[in-house]
Nanobody, 117 residues
């Protein structure tokens, strides 16, 4: 049983930056995979970035070079540094966690990111 809570969302101007954080609780072991997904109005939920406990990361093409995912394994916490934000980045961002490879996936409640001038 894993619980997730996101923080750091908000309103930012185009070209600005935000840093999202997500802390997982309820697991006594290091979580294998943690990441971020987002869902924009009228769109399906999509991968933003994921990272394993070994720090192997994958990014969506749309954010590669602008966003950086990182984690602190000892705290089961994942971060998303978002730079050069664009209006099309506007979405609800969801943290997720996969405690074991090919195991169950857990989701946070989401945090709103709005990029607008």
């Amino acid at each position: 049983q894993v619980q997730l809570v996101e923080s750091g969302g908000g309103l930012v101007q185009p070209g600005g930056s935000l840093r999202l954080s997500c802390a997982a609780s309820g697991s006594i072991f290091v979580i294998y995979g943690m990441g971020w997904y987002r869902q924009a109005p009228g769109k399906q939920r999509e991968l933003v970035a994921v990272i394993t406990s070994g720090s192997s990361a994958n990014y969506a093409d749309s954010v590669r070079g602008r966003f950086t995912i990182s984690r602190e394994n000892a705290k089961n916490t994942v971060y998303l540094q978002m730079n050069s934000l664009k209006p099309e980045d506007t979405a609800v961002y969801y943290c997720n966690a996969r405690p074991r490879p090919k195991g169950d996936v857990y989701w946070g409640p989401g945090t709103q990111v709005t990029v607008s001038s």
